[in-house]
């Protein structure tokens, strides 16, 4: 038993850390401006090179705790972790806006005092220079995604068209916060096939919708059949015929008894008769219980008119006959 609770519980730990594995392998380096001149400015309106993330998965989350780096030694495997960390700046806690929606996007700001904010990085990036950019998980050793950033001018962005292709923007199309390419004539099928270029989303999302419907249409019938044979069986039980007979010597006890009890108080009240007679009735009701003989009365009585002479005047007179 103990085997089995630990198998169970070393399961459980590895699909867990897939599944967070699997969250942060969705979020990735959107969109970098190195040379803010006139781009965007942080809480105390100073112009600051920034780094966009995006969640491209349809569920939320929490990138607190990852890491930013632009000093390539940290790609050494034999490096520890403690002087890996000292190379990076790390996304502290404490900020709702790190819990990055489904589709949404995050801006961090660089060369700056994280005193200053939840979103203010110490990471140095120099401006008009070439340079790398990683960013690690929590463990400061997974790789999630990374970016080669070319020398730009004044507030130009290097943003990501789509999973392998990068661009450099001109200043008035950078997108900060928002997708990199937004066009307004653009169709719904272009979009689509932007966003989804190989078809993997829209084929995962119809056959999601499929099994799902199929889920919900076998979940119907199973418990539709389940309610049948249940009504079915009720039925065959309530139609059962050994009931009848039952029922029948039910009314037929009760009836012998009610007819009894009277015969006896009777007996008792004229006192005298015999009580062979008495036995002798009780002696063939049980009989005729027992052969199953005995009639069921419908409790309807009928009574038939008989003519009598107990209102003629001459009989009654007696004194006058002889």
Known sequence: MNKFKLLLSGVLMMSTTAVWAQGAKNIRINEVLTN???????EFGEHLAWIELENTSYTSYNIRGMYFTTDRSVLDPKMSVPERIKRM???????????IGARQHLVFFCNSNPAQGKLHLSLKVP??????IAFYNGNATDLIDSVSVPALAADQSFARQNSANWTVKKAEHVTPGIENFIKTDETKDAKLKRDDPHGFGIT??????????LLVLFLFFWLFGLVMRHIDTAKKVVNTQPIKPITKTVEVTHDLAHATGNI?????????????VYIAVIGMALKQYEDD???VESGVI????????WNNEFLQMTQFHE
């Open 89 to 99: 700046s790390v996304i502290p806690n404490g900020d709702p806006r790190t819990q």
């Open 264 to 276: 006896l108080q009777d007996g008792l009240k004229k006192k005298g008769i015999d009580k062979e």
């Open 204 to 213: 995962l999302l119809a056959m999601g919708i499929v099994f799902f419907c």
């Open 302 to 309: 009928t009574i038939k008119q008989k003519s009598s002479d």
């Open 36 to 42: 803010n001149t006139q781009s965007i400015q942080d």
């Open 127 to 132: 401006m008009s220079e070439p340079l790398w």
């Open 293 to 295: 003989v005995h009639d």
